[in-house]
């Protein structure tokens, strides 16, 4: 599609329970990135993909939080016992480039899907 | 590492001109993003400057000086619509960005 979708758009979890979170990049994006915005403005990278593989995972907690993304079904992030403090708006964005030398304008322009709100009680 | 800042609040009279700072220091430079997000909304791209100078598209300007480290959004003729956060990002090797603490914009009548 021609946008970033993401579902469900908003999510009550109770401490300790499970949390999955979808989103279906840009169709031709090979690059997918989950970002978590805690605050009103305050936005984390957690992790990126290249097509399947992870990129980069480096902004990940990792005992908690997975993602995958695998053909021909939208990307994923688990979050395993969810923490009060995983209440935040989590966003994906998708883009085409990676590269470390701008191609174009926009090379590194990425499109971001609308959120979810995960909301742990 | 990195570090990236803009003010935190701004406030302008519609019909006005603004102007939003961000300085960054970071290690390797590609480029500099401007956002923009409304309330319960996802960021959406304004800008993207990676050679120092002025960019303009429309109402909005995009400004960035690589040796100061320092780029500036301009928004002319404010109009009530502009109420927003706007977001200074800069991209890693990689691509993913790191952001800024966005700067909230108030457009008064």
């Known amino acids: 599609g021609e946008e970033v979708a993401q579902t469900p758009k908003h999510l009550v979890r109770g401490e300790g329970q499970k949390a999955k979170l979808y989103c279906a990049p840009i169709k031709g994006h090979s690059y997918v990135f989950w970002y978590q915005q805690v605050l009103k403005n305050e936005f984390k990278f957690l992790i990126s993909f290249q097509n399947e593989n992870v990129f980069d995972e480096t902004g990940m907690p990792k005992e908690r939080f997975s993602a995958k993304c695998l053909p021909n079904s939208p990307c994923s992030l688990e979050i395993q016992a969810t923490k009060l403090e995983d209440s935040a708006v989590y966003f994906c964005?998708?883009?085409?480039?990676?590269?470390?030398?701008?191609?174009?304008?926009?090379?590194?322009?990425?499109?971001f899907g609308p959120g979810t709100r995960l909301t742990v009680t | 590492g990195q570090n990236i800042d803009q003010p935190t609040e701004m406030t302008a009279t519609e019909g006005a001109i603004v102007q939003i700072n961000c300085t960054y220091q970071t290690s390797g430079f590609n480029g500099l993003f401007w956002y923009q997000q409304h309330a319960g909304e996802a960021p959406t791209f304004l800008s993207y400057?990676?050679?120092?100078g002025l960019e303009e598209k429309g109402r909005f300007s995009s400004f960035l000086s690589r040796s100061k480290g320092y780029s500036y959004l301009l928004l002319k003729e404010l109009q009530m619509k502009d109420s927003a956060s706007y977001l200074c990002a800069v991209p890693r090797i990689g691509g993913k960005l790191i952001f800024g603490q966005g700067t909230e914009l108030s457009v008064k009548p």
């Open positions: 964005a998708s883009s085409q480039f990676d590269t470390g030398f701008s191609t174009g304008t926009n090379s590194y322009e990425q499109y």
């Open positions: 400057n990676v050679l120092d």
